[in-house]
Nanobody, 124 residues
Framework: VQLQASGGGLVQAGGSLRLSCEAS????????MAWFRQAPGKEREFLAC???????YVSDSVKGRFTMSRDNSKNTVYLQMNSLKPEDTAVYYC???????????????????WGQGTQVTVSS
């Protein structure tokens, strides 16, 4: 599986962005997909994931502002980000894995496939 993330950019605080991650492969619908981010000097941070069932898990740090969804017909997952803050500035990565247990969904080491990352910069 190859993942291609897009949609990053420069936005003012309070604005919105929607990130996309398109996957290759015919078994995409069975994958757990996730979004992480990494700011300079910080560890990679879990944001959200969506299971093949459509069930989503969102980190408390962005709950209420970020929403993840998937469109299996397009092999794509999305991260809708609203009310963006300067501290949301980071490189955003999508990740995927077919076999991942619930207790590991927040662990970046549990994901086998990663997109290249897309930069999100939020100005104050």
């Amino acid at each position: 599986v190859q993942l291609q993330a897009s949609g990053g950019g420069l936005v003012q605080a309070g604005g919105s962005l929607r990130l996309s991650c398109e996957a290759s492969g015919r078994t995409f619908s069975r994958y757990t997909m996730a979004w992480f981010r990494q700011a300079p000097g910080k560890e990679r941070e879990f944001l959200a994931c969506i299971r093949w069932s459509g069930h989503t898990y969102v980190s408390d740090s962005v709950k209420g502002r970020f929403t993840m969804s998937r469109d299996n017909s397009k092999n794509t997952v999305y991260l809708q980000m609203n009310s963006l803050k300067p501290e949301d500035t980071a490189v955003y990565y999508c990740a995927g894995d077919r076999e991942i247990i619930l207790s590991s969904i927040r662990n970046p080491d549990a994901y086998d496939y990663w997109g290249q990352g897309t930069q999100v910069t939020v100005s104050s």
